[in-house]
């Protein structure tokens, strides 16, 4: 398996180009995010997903210099892709993904409340999270080589 992450200059996203050597339709496979300590929620049951959260960025027991972090954390897959979105657990907010050949492209994106230019709120972050997956057309391509 290799996986490609593509960030553009200006922008907030990213896009995983995953590859596999061989067909693995046979394979299922997990990815999500991660859940920030105490984080909300945002799911539209159809490939998009995330979490807004504040926690440590590093260890409690390390901690001095540094404050907590505010994040937002956000995935966007094809739908088709999507076997089962499981409930959130303690460490991330998981999806079961089937692919259909050997090759899988999907986004996800990420802000801070440190940012000026960002969101500062769930409401705002989970409002650019849907205006993301309108901007990504959502015909998110699934490829087999």
Same mark, same amino acid.
């Given at each position: 398996?290799?996986? &490609?992450? #593509?960030? /553009?200059? @200006? /922008? *907030? ?8 050597? *061989? ?17 909300? !929620? ?11 959260? #504040? ?13 907590? !972090? ?6 966007? &897959?094809?739908? !088709?892709?999507?076997?089962?979105? &499981? ?13 259909? @050949?050997? /090759? ?13 230019? @960002? ?9 650019? &999270?849907? !205006? ?8 998110? #391509?699934?490829?087999? *080589?």
């Amino acid at each position: 398996m290799t996986t &490609l992450y #593509t960030l /553009h200059a @200006g /922008h *907030r996203d990213c896009r995983v180009d995953v590859s596999f050597s *061989r067909d693995v339709s046979d394979l299922r496979f997990s990815t999500g995010v991660i859940n920030v300590k105490n984080s909300t !929620e945002f799911s539209d049951k159809k490939g998009l997903r995330g979490c807004w959260g #504040t926690d440590w960025p590093v260890s409690e027991k390390d901690s001095a210099g540094h404050k907590r !972090e505010t994040v937002g954390l956000g995935i966007c &897959l094809p739908q !088709e892709v999507v076997e089962n979105e &499981l409930p959130a657990n303690k460490d991330n907010y998981p999806y079961v993904v089937k692919v259909n @050949g050997n /090759h899988l492209t999907y986004h996800i994106s990420f802000c801070s409340d440190n940012e000026s230019f @960002g969101m500062h709120s769930e409401k705002e972050w989970y409002a650019c &999270l849907q !205006e993301w997956k309108k901007a990504l057309g959502v015909k998110v #391509t699934v490829k087999t *080589r």
